[in-house]
């Protein structure tokens, strides 16, 4: 017998199957459909709700380690690309495959800044919003729109027209995003400054007054490069599942990227970091801690911030944004919710419950804090993930246009409603009785 299948007895007929293993762990989801009662019946499948345990791809752009606490892009350990390395450069190893010389980065650079301004239209279709829309809302608008100014991008097996989209997205969502804020404030649109980094030009459009130049301080832009490159791809997330099985029908990647964001707009998603400044904000004080732990592991609320449901060790990137918040509070001031968030951590770091549950800060605990010392309102808290997660998003959308195996995503389900019920006509039906699984006739 083969070392490399899973011998499966059907214990309701008897007989047995032999199925591949393939890659050291993974069995083909349509190789069970071959278990049959009769020559009728549909064949077995696998029912997972959330694709917990179910691969839906083959991808080399980034690697996880949920038990270990990894996270590498194409490879690379994301603590040496956070060290070392920029978004921009980042954003090139993820979409191309590798890290670039000086002279491919330098191209791709001014590939980049060059597709920075966005139509004039755009600014018109902005000011449509209400004053106070939703950041993400807009951006989310935005990035659809720009499906209908460039009708080139429905040319999805063309190489030079990928590569051009990926360019012009990852170069205008900083102008897209930038807007965004600048029209819930209020203020004058603010137009790119290729002279400045890919970070510094954000800062430039989000800030600028009426300085002739401006001038962003260096350790905030570098830690804006630090949080872009830790959020720039992390494997087949929400926002990249919606990014691909849009993609599957073969739209244009506008279209594709406005339903990433779309979901990348949740706050189980992109606003994950939102809710934990909102429950730090609640503590308030260092010494509530120990009530809302003992409420958490009562099962009356959830501790935000903490556990992934890829990490059951300490989120790699967690452990970056912690180092990074001092230098970041040495500019703007200490935000005082980094202390309540310090001793959250180390009490239920000691807390059986906690380390039995394997909850440990994700990148959500710090990412808030942060933002928010630098003067983010937390409205803008899931437009600043959208932007550099823009190149994963493309890296992942152009990875499945080409892949051979990939076909329009459509699931299976198992139907649980009416068996065959025939019409009547309407005086003489019943009136309708209110069940409690009818969950989609409550409306």
Known sequence: MANNTLSVTDNRTGKKYELPIEEGDVIRAADLRQIKVGKDD????SYDPAFT??????????????????LRYRGYPIEELAEKSNYLEVAYLIVKGELPDREHYERWENNIKIHTMVHENIKKFMEG????????????????????????????????????????????????AAFA?????????????????YTGNLLSMLFKMTELKYKPDPVLERALDVLFILHADHEQNCSANAMRAVGSSQPDPYACAAAAVA??????????????????????????????LRKVK???RRLMGFGHRVYKNYDPRAKILKEMAAQVFEVTGRNPLIDIAIELE??????????????????????????????????????????????????????????????????????????????????????????????????
């Open 42 to 45: 549909f064949g077995l499948m």
């Open 53 to 70: 345990n179910t691969a839906s791809c083959r991808s080399r752009i980034t690697f996880i380690d949920g038990d270990k606490g990894i």
């Open 129 to 176: 919003y209400r004053y106070d829309a939703h950041p993400m809302g807009m951006l989310l608008g935005t990035v659809g729109a720009l499906s209908t100014f460039y009708p080139d991008a429905n040319d999805i097996h063309d190489l030079e027209s990928r590569r051009l989209q990926t360019r012009r997205l990852i170069g205008k969502m900083p102008t897209l």
């Open 181 to 197: 804020y600048r029209h819930t404030k209020g203020l004058p649109y603010v137009y790119p400054d290729n002279d400045l980094s």
């Open 263 to 292: 979901a990348l707009y949740g706050p189980l998603h992109g606003g994950a970091n939102e809710a934990a400044i909102r429950m730090l904000m609640e503590i308030g004080s260092v010494s509530n801690i120990p009530a809302l």
């Open 298 to 300: 009562e099962g009356e």
């Open 346 to 443: 180390r009490i239920a770091l000691q807390d059986e419950y906690f380390i039995s549950h394997k909850l440990y800060p994700n990148v959500d605990f710090y990412s808030g804090i942060i933002y928010q010392a630098m003067g983010f309102p937390m409205t803008m808290f899931p437009v600043l993930f959208a932007i550099p997660r823009t190149s994963g998003w493309m890296a992942q959308w152009a990875e499945m246009v080409r892949d051979s195996e990939q076909k329009i995503a459509r699931p299976r389900q198992i139907y649980v409603g009416e068996p065959i019920r025939h019409y009547s006509e309407l005086a003489s039906r019943p009136k309708p009785t209110q069940r409690e699984d009818a969950v989609s006739e409550a409306i």
